[in-house]
């Protein structure tokens, strides 16, 4: 029997052993020999593990979670800091972040990507940099040395700076290019400028269509307004300001699996719910890690999968989870109470104080630890007239 095979059967044998564990051990194995008895001995302690680490029956898992996330959470910093030591790109970390992910924000404050190259590319800078450029928003006025509106002639003259054009990988054809795709009227080239003529307007639509010629795209994605290139671990990895990952995805070069985003709601968008809960679960873990805070994992697994159990990212707010709650009394007591009373006494809801909110509020015992089980007695009864009554058993209900 081949050690997988074994160690499979030894799984199902104790029972509670993730098959993630059961691959985890097997990689640890290779190369090693261990005799059947060591390895049962093992796996019955791994089994002991699996049991303690498992959530009693009853536990107050969300109360834990939050206040395991919430305590430390108080120690957090409210900076913004430069991503990896570089100036050019900042990235919202600590308690702001935090709360832009347990807000599931449609537009996160710093939305930034990782995005990492396939084999052919990520070795080579030149073909790092042709990547890059074509991510990069490169516009008419990125590439020009000056823009002037001439109100006499009616035109709008842009003379392009030939040191930018090298830089960003551009002719002077593809700005005509643009141009001609964006702006109205007739356009001349002579050497490195460029002659908008639009013809009879009046100054104010010249004006407008000056703020239009400079604004026009030539290149990249729309969003991502700087990149930057760095070797990191044996391979260019290319950073971005701004997030479009759907259309970087697409991209020639660009190694779909690897490449990751900060904006939650794109990955949702984009690869899909399981997608968007793991990025949730990285994203806080990240940045309780950056903060020296230690949080167990599966408190922030659990807030994911309170954020996406339906299908759609909610937000944990009066918007989303904590005003979807089935109790009225646990919706008042977090926002708008009044609201929340008015409307459940309009609909007559009934409040069956199910919870731990509800029952606080109410001044009852609250249904965890001994308020959880029911106690109830077997009547009494009289074995004989002579003999001594039995006391009744207790039975969990």
Do not use: W
Not at 171 to 194: F, P, Q, W, Y
Request: glycine share 8%; charged share 30%.
């Amino acid at each position: 029997m081949t050690t997988k095979k074994l160690l499979e059967s030894l799984a199902s044998k104790y029972g509670n052993i993730p098959s993630c564990v059961v691959e985890e051990i097997e990689k640890q194995l290779r190369g090693r020999k261990v005799t059947r008895e060591k390895l049962e001995e093992i796996m019955s302690r791994i089994a002991e593990e699996c049991e303690k680490a498992m959530v009693e029956p009853g536990e107050a898992a969300g109360t834990l979670a939050a206040q395991s996330i919430g305590e430390p959470g108080t120690q957090m910093t409210l900076n913004t800091f430069h991503y990896a030591g570089v100036a050019e790109i900042a990235i919202t970390l600590g308690l702001p972040r935090l709360i832009e992910i347990v807000d599931a924000r449609k537009n996160p404050s710093t939305p930034v990507m990782t995005i990492y190259l396939e084999e052919e590319y990520r070795h080579d800078k030149e073909k790092a940099r042709e990547v890059a450029r074509k991510i990069e928003l490169t516009t008419v006025e990125d590439v020009a040395a000056s823009t002037e509106i001439d109100i006499a002639d009616n035109k709008i003259h842009i003379r392009l700076d030939p040191k930018r054009l090298e830089s960003h990988g551009i002719v002077v054809d593809d700005v005509v290019e643009a141009l001609e795709r964006k702006v109205r009227g007739k356009i001349t080239v002579d050497g490195n400028k460029v002659t908008v003529d639009p013809g009879g307007v009046s100054p104010a639509d010249l004006r407008r269509i000056g703020v239009k010629a400079k604004e026009t795209r030539i290149k990249g994605i729309k969003g991502i307004d700087r990149v930057l290139i760095r070797y990191e671990n044996g391979e260019y990895v290319i950073f971005t300001e701004g997030s479009r990952l759907s259309e970087v995805l697409e991209l020639e070069g660009v190694d779909s699996t690897r490449t990751t985003t900060n904006h939650i709601l794109e990955v949702y968008e984009t690869l899909g719910i399981e997608a968007a809960r793991t990025a949730i679960i990285t994203e806080t873990a990240k940045i309780m890690e950056e903060q020296g805070l230690e949080v167990d994992i599966r408190h922030i697994m659990l807030v994911a999968d309170v954020m996406t159990a339906d299908g759609t990212v909610k937000q944990i707010g009066r918007h989303g989870v904590s005003g979807e709650k089935a109790s009225v009394l646990a919706r008042a007591s977090f926002e708008v109470t009044v609201n929340h009373l008015l409307e459940a006494s309009m609909q007559g809801e009934v409040d069956n104080l199910s919870g731990i909110i509800e029952n606080v509020i109410v001044g009852q015992l609250i249904p965890l630890g001994t308020g959880a089980v029911d106690l109830a007695m077997k009547p009494l009864q009289e074995i004989g007239a002579n003999k001594q009554t039995p006391r009744g058993e207790a039975v969990e209900t």
